[in-house]
């Protein structure tokens, strides 16, 4: 009797638990998201002047806004271009190379993930000005985040090689394959589904990238920046909307994701 | 290195190396050499200020030979003397506007000089170190029933709920506390409205409201790790010790938190590097007075324009990430190799 007791208790406190936590995860995520659409010249939920549309509205035609928008897409497709196959060569790299030197090779590719970002920001900088002379804009923006997102990119391209049968490749050279005909008729089909998350992943790192951007873009502007900017000159509930629309977006792309992980694993 | 070569073949080998290289130096390591680089030497003021005082005193010596010209026009002797003048001011011009690049540990010795900044450095250790531990003490529980307790289907909807918060945006996250924290916000309307307070809190002029804004923002790096490794965990060894009388202290001491140890590490690391780091959450959520050392380093480099100061704070933050990582990893005995899963 006394064990069901106390088992009851744990299980009402670990719900409690949770309850506070999903409670501390979200309101904040509410309380922006309702702002969006309060009649008030200032982001606040209370007091509540009456619903309105007039923010989304700003939104869509803020110019401002939407070309950051468009500069952070433009960043974003170039850091996919550049680190997905960078990100890929030191996978294949760093799995066929000995034992000593790839524990060497690979501190030193996986080092940016563990730099600051802001560091990674201030090295780029320092590098392409002295040497090259080249100044802030969006070309440096893709060379800093780059550095980092490969990593990530090979982080997964190597997890996902280490489940590869090692069979398949024998198999396929003794029927006659060459080493360029196995990479491309089985490994890189192999490798299919981590070359799609690592592209997701390396568009989301670099769209909502910060600390990096921050010392690399000069005189231009990204989502981010603008949001940067936003809060400190010139705050309207346009940036509730903004939040409002980005949350939105992450829950339709998290269910899919979650969904289709079930899927995967059965 | 031949091994590439035989496994992927030629062209495809080529490739790999070149990359990989090309990777490694121009993105990583030439930055790093040369932020290092920078770190160490500054202009010579002191010869600048010397250059600019020659000019001066040639300046007013020209001045004082063309007065004499204006009565004398017809002195070819003073006319060729201000030639010579004014060709020594225009060298005196060029060399002052490349001053010279002097090698010293000036930059260093400033910062070791300076007491507000030394000051904000060490609060960036102990704020970072504190949000860490703040994220460790609430994720374990959150990981280890997430991991263990919970049903299949309640367990997807969890990992949704989690998801979420973790990949909307850093800023807007934080700006979210912006709202709740601010003078008129709905912490302290609801605190006066409950009679608690009677004057609102200024959460922005002390560092509080930084600390509770980098703990909402960094604690899911906390998480997912600990909860990754721990779902790898094979419940029968909970089972067994727990048949063998184990009492549930010691089965989080000498099975759990052993197992989930390459876990609890990375998130350690990842919350103390990414707050130490952090120049959005600070700048958003700080006051005047709660500056923190990211934004010294940012205004070297867009306010005062003194990059090579910008460059060695910026290293002393490396070395201080770079230290702390190899007393986690010696800490929890994990590899860096072992990181990655």
Redesign the interface.
């Known amino acids: 009797m006394i064990k069901f007791n106390s088992k009851t208790i744990l299980n009402i406190s670990?719900k409690f638990?949770?309850f506070l936590?999903?409670i501390?995860?979200?309101?904040?995520?509410l309380?922006?998201s309702f702002?969006a659409f309060n009649d008030s010249s200032i982001?606040?939920?209370?007091p509540w002047k009456g619903f309105t549309f007039e923010w989304l509205i700003k939104f869509f035609s803020d110019e401002a806004l939407m070309k950051s928008i468009l500069n952070s897409l433009i960043i974003a497709i170039g850091v996919v271009l550049l680190s997905i196959?960078?990100g890929l060569?030191?996978a294949?790299?760093l799995l066929?190379?000995g034992n000593k030197a790839r524990?060497i090779?690979?501190?030193?590719?996986?080092?940016?993930i563990?730099?600051?970002?802001?560091?990674?920001g201030?090295?780029?900088?320092?590098?392409w000005n002295?040497?090259f002379e080249v100044s802030g804009g969006l070309a440096l923006t893709i060379?800093g985040q780059?550095?980092f997102i490969?990593s990530m990119a090979m982080?997964l391209f190597?997890?996902r090689l280490q489940k590869f049968n090692k069979n398949l490749e024998l198999a396929a050279l003794d029927l006659g394959a060459?080493?360029?005909q196995l990479?491309f008729k089985i490994t890189l089909p192999f490798l299919k589904p981590a070359i799609y998350s690592a592209t997701a992943l390396a568009f989301?790192q670099s769209v909502?990238n910060?600390?990096t951007t921050?010392?690399l873009i000069g005189t231009k502007s990204t989502i981010?920046i603008h949001?940067?900017s936003m809060?400190?000159l010139g705050l309207t509930p346009v940036?509730n909307v903004?939040?409002f629309i980005?949350?939105l977006l992450?829950?339709i792309?998290?269910?899919l994701?979650?969904l289709k992980k079930?899927e995967e694993n059965g | 290195m031949t091994k590439i070569f035989k496994r992927y073949g030629k062209g495809l080998g080529i490739y790999i190396l070149l990359s990989t290289m090309l990777w490694l130096s121009i993105f990583i390591i030439f930055p790093q050499i040369l932020m290092v680089n920078y770190s160490m030497w500054s202009y010579d003021d002191q010869a600048q200020e010397q250059l600019w005082q020659d000019a001066d005193k040639l300046d007013a010596k020209r001045y004082k030979l063309e007065l004499v010209l204006k009565e004398q026009p017809q002195n070819s002797k003073i006319k060729e003397e201000i030639k010579v003048i004014s060709n020594k001011i225009t060298k005196i011009d060029k060399l002052s506007q490349y001053p010279e690049k002097v090698y010293s540990t000036k930059n260093y010795e400033y910062l070791a000089k300076n007491k507000l900044h030394r000051k904000i450095f060490f609060k960036t250790i102990w704020s970072s170190i504190l949000v860490t531990l703040i994220a460790l003490i609430v994720c374990y529980p959150i990981a280890y029933f997430l991991a263990h307790i919970a049903s299949k289907k309640g367990k997807i909807l969890l990992f949704i709920g989690l998801i979420i918060p973790y990949w909307v945006d850093e800023l807007l996250r934080t700006f979210a506390w912006f709202m709740i924290l601010s003078y008129n916000g709905i912490i302290n309307t609801s605190l006066i409205w409950m009679g608690i307070i009677d004057q609102p809190i200024e959460f922005f002029q002390n560092n509080s409201a930084a600390l509770i804004g980098m703990v909402y923002a960094y604690i899911l790096f906390m998480l997912f790790p600990i909860y990754n490794t721990l779902e790898t965990l094979d419940k029968n060894q909970i089972l067994a010790a727990r048949d063998l009388g184990a009492s549930w202290l010691t089965i989080h001491k000498r099975i759990i938190i052993p197992y989930a140890k390459p876990g609890i590490a990375v998130g350690i690391i990842f919350v103390f590097m990414l707050t130490a780091g952090t120049y959005a959450v600070p700048s958003i959520l700080g006051g005047t007075s709660s500056i923190w050392f990211t934004q010294i380093i940012y205004s070297w480099f867009f306010d005062g324009g003194n990059w090579n100061q910008g460059a060695t704070y910026g290293l002393m933050l490396l070395v201080l990430c770079i230290t702390f990582i190899m007393i986690m990893l010696k800490v929890f005995k994990v590899k860096l190799e072992d990181m990655a899963k």
């Open positions: 670990v638990y949770f936590f999903f501390y995860l979200f309101l904040p995520l309380v922006v702002a982001p606040t939920v209370y196959p960078m060569a030191g294949l790299f066929s190379i524990n090779f690979y501190a030193v590719l996986v080092s940016p563990l730099t600051p970002g802001v560091i990674i201030i090295a780029t900088l320092v590098m002295s040497l060379v780059t550095t490969s982080l190597m997890s060459s080493p360029t990479f989301l909502q910060y600390n921050l010392f981010t949001i940067g809060i400190k940036l903004l939040a980005s949350i992450v829950i792309l998290s269910t994701y979650a079930r």
